[in-house]
Every structure is written in C-alpha cells, then in structure tokens.
C-alpha cells in the first residue's frame, strides 16, 4: 500500500460518505456497495442503536449493574465488524456492541454481563469474537498472540483488535505494536478515537494523532472517519486483505466521538461542554446514511418503518429475555475456575453446599 | 537411568514434551540460540526452530499476552520469565487475564499456558535476581502452581505442567539448577498436584518446596546425629496443596515447621500453618513454626546467607518446637 503511512497521506481523514449523505472519492479507497448492502448496513446501524438503547434504559431500571453505549460509534464498529471474513478473529473492549452484533452474538449475551449473571459467557471460538475485556487495552496483546497462531497455521486469517484513544497509552497496547511489527503478525488495529477516556481528553494521552503512532513502530496508520460506514467498512477491508497477505499489521484511527456517557456511571456534563456534543450530533453516522439512500432513492418510506418496526420488535425482545435471566446458583461460583479438577475449590464447595444446606429452601 | 543436573532435566522434559505435541511452543528471552540464561531452552531452537522457540522481545507481559493469543489458537505456550523479580511487569496478565479467563468464558477456553520462573536465592545476584513470588500467585485463584525441587521432579514435573489444562506457575529453584541426580524417564510421576514424603520420620514433619527441599534434607540427617527423627515432605505442589499428605504425617510426628525462603509475614507458611491447627489442633504438641526470610526486600548478596533459612535455622525451629 503506498498511502497510509501517516504524514505522508495526501489526505489525512479518509471519508466517502459526507455527514450530509454525499458520496466522495479517495484516491486510496474505494467501494462498490449495491443498493442492498447499503440498506444492510443502515439495519445493522438502527438495530444495534436499539439494542445500546434498550440496555441505557434497563440500567437505569435498575436491571443492569452498568452499561457501556455505543451512541455514536455505530459506524465504526458496523463497518469495520462488516468488513471481517468469518476465519477472521475480533477482540473486543466492552463496548463493541455493534462488532458482536456482526459476529452473531446473541445481545443478551452482553447483557448479562452487565447484569451480573455471568462474566460473559458466549463462545468466543463460534463466533470468532472474544469475550469483552474490562482491563484497558490487555487484548490486543491477545489480538497479536492470535495472530501469531494464525501465521503458525499458514491459515488465510486476520485479526482484529479493538480498543479506544485512552487504551494508547497503555504499556500492552504499545508492547503489542511491536510485537506485530517484528513479527509482521496479520492483525489490524482498531482504535476507535472517541474522544474521550472517561473525562480525559485526547490532549492527556497523546501530542501526535494517534494514526501516526504505527510509523515510529514501523507499520502503516490510517485515520478514517469513523462516523462513515463506507470509509470504515473500506478502509478495515484493505488492512485485513493486507494482514492475511503477508503484509503485516495496520493501525486503524476511527475518529468518532462518544456521544453518550463513558458509562451509565458517568456524568460527562462536569467535563465536556454541550457545544462539542451539538456539533457531532450533525456528524450522526446513521443520519448520513439515511440522507444517501433517500437521495439516490435506494430506499423508500415503507423501507425505513420497516427497520424502525424491527427495531422497535428486537428492543423488547432483548428487555424479555433481559429480565427473564435467571440468577445463577450459588454453588455456580466454584464452576469452570480450573479445567481439571481441584481439591481446594471442591473441599471449599462442599463446605459452602453444606452451609447452605442449614438454610431453609438450601440458602437459594 | 541417567544422571542429569536439573537445568539439563527440565531441558528434556521441555524437549520430550515438544516431541509429543507439535503445539507446544517455547517463547521467552534469550530462548533461542543463547538457551536461555540458565540453559534450560539449550539447544531446542537449533532442532524445533524459530516458529516454535521463540526469542521475543524484551517485555514480560507481552511474553504472556501474545501466549494467551497463542494459546486460544489451539497452541500450547511454555514461556521462561528470565528471572523471579522481573515478573511484575507480566503480573496484570497473569492474574486479570490467564487466571481469570477460563471462567470468563465459563469453561469454554481453556489456556494450557506453562510460566517457567527461576526463583529463590543463593546465587551472589544482584538485586531483583533472587526473589520467591510464589505467594503472589497461590493468592490468585484460576492459577495452579507448582514448584520441583530435584532432576527428576524438573524433567516429569514440567511435562505434567505442559499437559495440563489449566495455566500454570512453575517455579525452578535455580541455585539447585546445577545439582546432578538419577532421572528415570519409564516412571509413572506422581500425580502433579501431589505432595512427597522425601524423608520419612516420627518426631517433626518439615514441609518444604525448591530450594530448601535440599537443605531440609540436610538439617534431617544432622538431627539424626542427635537422635531426633525428622520427616521432610516437598510439597511439590502449591496451589492446590497437598493437605492430605500434610495433615496424615502432622498427626503422626505432632510437630510441625515449614520452611520457606520467601518472607515469613504472609508467605505460605502461614496458610499452611493456619490449615494445619484447624485440621491437627488435637494432635499438636507444639505450635506450627515457620523459618522464612524476613519481612525485608531481599538483602544484597553479600547479606544473602543471613536472609536464606539455613541447616541451623530449621533446626532451631525444630529445637523450639520441643519447648513448648
């Protein structure tokens, strides 16, 4: 790939859909994408706002621990998560909500790890999408390990790793740049620039963009717009295509913004003022997408109150199955420690099952 | 039968188990054509190469980051962390990640991650080269650790490591790596999470693990000189411990001390102290003593052999034990 290495990119934002809905060209990228994929993409844009939406309001409910949205970063996460092949392996922060949404994983499964009643739980290896990891930034190091197996395997694969602006300053994250540059591990990296980390803004975690991080690893950076569904379905596409290649690693700078809360705990009111909010809410990544498919008449009335309608069905479906997640049993907390049997968590088991045994109803 | 230094016998044990399963691999620094600093890795470069001995770069935690990767990809990772003191900066992955994440995935991943650390005193080091973290990691619940004391402990020990599911500490005295014993590769090992009884005895049970195993050993042949009968057992395992075997022999000899080289404040000692009066209290002629370094950092070499329990130091506690 000649552009992309960061200072020397011709221009620094990569863009093809303009917050107004226009299409625009760029020299380096280009996608073809029919009139049905792109309604594809705004379902899978208005479903996983649902989804984020329904859990905001299940939090406050008082029927999730916390919740983590992904209110403005739909874009980034559908089309980077679009753009992977199904051998392709993602490692997700726990806020890729729309990256499991591509994956196959159930929402609810998220769900309940906000809930409580599990600490994730899916199968990572039936959806080639990890588990969520809560310590900033230590999978990437996992995403590069990944990778490493994948080129052990002489397999046509890639991998994925997300992680936000705050996660750069990292040890791991730095570590695991070098680790796939030395070893030109088939592993994309994805940060999603959104801004902020909890209330700290990108001015304490970095003096340079954060794109032009990769060159002084040795690898191309890219900043694209990560409001744009094109530019990051795109833009992800080419660096995985370049990963299972040979090509080695890129950094991926979707720069976005978090429009909600850090997390349901959050009050971003105290950090951030509300101008900053206003003028990304023109950037919106879904409203751009609905502005293209009107005015090129990709789509009509009867197709919009079709995805609402899915939506509005999927948001009380997730909030059902929500509340109908049973507590696991409390003997559950020794389960699955270890693979192999143990004699301390089996002899404190059966202490504990003895003990609630002296209750009523066995503690339950 | 053959005679092997330990160092050498782990080196076959890593070897054999690498012949077995073409997913086990090596990563650490230095691995590759140096052998490693203690030559544990000797020579395996040269026959399995560079995709499976893998000389990384030099930070701890993406030894074990980039395993944990390697390990969810179906491989089996044996990583050397080169010396004790350097294993803090892998300590967030160890503990919020390879302990931590089996039971994330509620049983669904499995990390069959081997940690190699060269552990303990004696050796002349200078400061971060001799420290026994061990108690860091029997704290962290999903680990299982382990540590060998002799050449035939190093070569079946570490295979067992490497076949086991769960991740696993394996800690290796080094100022023993140079001591030669008799390995039979044909024996059926004891089980990995078993302790051993390596000298049986009627008047003390010592408990002992690594290093001091040796001098344990020694301080038993001298209290025999005097008529005392000591039992050594090397608990082999420490998480989980082998309170079985602990608990039969303190019922029979009614004494007990542990010895250890980290410090006494807090180290296992006081775990193993503490489950042995509730499961012995009837049977106890004598509180539980234990011999450790003191709750110092570790001292410069030239101070070393008053911070290690020595021959004289266990059996002043043994001594104790008789006064009360």
């Not at chain 1, 230590?138 to 996660?167: C, K, N, P």
Request: with cysteine; glycine share 8%.
């Amino acid at each position: 790939m000649t552009y992309a290495s960061g200072a020397e990119a011709p221009f620094e934002l990569v863009q093809l859909l303009t917050p107004e809905g226009e299409r625009v060209e760029h020299p380096a990228y280009d996608i073809d994408l029919t009139a049905e994929e792109v309604r594809a993409l705004y379902r899978d844009l208005v479903l996983v706002r649902r989804v984020d939406m329904e859990a905001v309001a299940l939090q406050r409910q008082g029927e999730l621990g916390i919740w983590a949205s992904l209110l403005g970063q739909e874009a980034a996460q559908i089309g980077s998560g679009r753009a992977l092949t199904d051998a392709d392996m993602a490692f997700p922060t726990y806020r890729e909500h729309g990256v499991a949404w591509c994956r196959g994983v159930d929402p609810v499964n998220l769900l309940g790890l906000f809930r409580g009643v599990n600490h994730g739980g899916w199968d990572p290896a039936e959806h080639n999408f990890h588990l969520y990891t809560i310590v900033i930034g230590s999978q990437t190091l996992h995403a590069v390990g990944y990778a490493m197996g994948i080129q052990r395997d002489g397999a046509e694969a890639a991998s994925i790793v997300y992680f936000g602006d705050g996660a750069t300053s990292q040890g791991d994250v730095n570590e695991s740049f070098i680790w796939a540059s030395v070893f030109n591990a088939p592993v994309v990296f994805f940060c999603q620039n959104n801004q902020w980390a909890i209330s700290e803004p990108l001015e304490k975690q970095s003096r340079i963009p954060l794109y032009r991080r990769a060159s002084g690893f040795g690898f191309p950076g890219v900043r694209v717009d990560g409001n744009d569904v094109f530019a990051c379905l795109a833009v992800t596409r080419q660096a995985l295509k370049n990963a299972r290649e040979g090509q080695g690693p890129t950094l991926i700078e979707a720069f976005t913004y978090r429009m909600g809360a850090h997390t349901t705990s959050d009050d971003p009111t105290r950090y951030r003022v509300a101008g900053e909010l206003e003028a990304w809410k023109l950037k919106d990544p879904i409203e751009r997408v609905k502005a293209y498919l009107f005015k090129n008449q990709l789509a009509d009335q009867e197709f919009f109150e079709k995805v609402d309608a899915e939506a509005a069905d999927l948001g009380r479906d997730v909030r059902k199955r929500c509340l109908e997640m049973p507590d696991p049993h409390p003997l559950e907390i020794f389960d699955h420690v270890y693979a192999e049997p143990h004699t301390l968590l089996k002899e404190e088991r059966e202490q504990y099952a003895a003990y609630l045994s002296t209750f009523e109803g066995g503690g339950k | 039968m053959t005679t092997l230094a330990l160092a050498k016998a782990i080196n076959e044990g890593l070897r054999t188990a690498m012949e077995d399963d073409p997913k086990v691999l090596i990563m650490g620094e230095d691995v590759g054509k140096l052998g490693g600093v203690f030559r544990v890795t000797d020579g395996l470069q040269k026959d399995f190469g560079e995709d499976r001995v893998i000389d990384t770069p030099l930070a701890e935690s993406g030894i074990i980051g980039t395993a944990i990767g390697l390990a969810l990809r179906g491989y089996r990772p044996v990583c050397e962390i080169q010396f004790d003191g350097f294993v803090f900066p892998a300590a967030d992955q160890i503990i919020t990640q390879l302990a931590k994440m089996p039971l994330r995935s509620l049983g669904k991943i499995k990390l069959p991650i081997v940690v190699r650390i060269p552990f303990g005193g004696g050796i002349g080091a200078v400061e971060h080269h001799s420290e026994s973290p061990e108690a860091y990691f029997t704290h962290t619940s999903g680990l299982r650790v382990a540590v060998c004391s002799n050449p035939s402990d190093g070569y079946h020990m570490i295979r067992q490591a490497i076949r086991s599911d769960d991740p696993v500490i394996f800690f290796e005295p080094k100022r023993r790596y140079w001591d030669k014993a008799e390995v039979d590769r044909n024996v059926t090992p004891l089980p990995f999470d078993r302790g051993q009884v390596v000298r049986p005895g009627t008047d003390v049970t010592v408990l002992a693990y690594g290093p001091m195993v040796k001098t344990c050993l020694e301080a038993a042949t001298a209290a025999a000189e005097e008529g005392r009968s000591l039992e050594v057992v090397d608990l082999r395992s420490l998480s989980p411990l082998d309170t079985d075997l602990i608990f039969e022999s303190v019922r029979r000899t009614g004494r007990c001390v542990v010895a250890h080289e980290a410090p006494v404040y807090s180290g296992l000692g006081a775990e193993i102290a503490a489950r042995v009066t509730e499961a012995c209290f009837y049977n106890l002629e004598a509180p539980v003593l234990r011999v450790g370094g003191f709750s110092t950092p570790y001292p410069p070499s030239r101070l070393e052999d008053h911070y290690l329990p020595d021959l004289d130091r266990v059996l002043d506690a043994v001594d104790r034990t008789f006064t009360f």
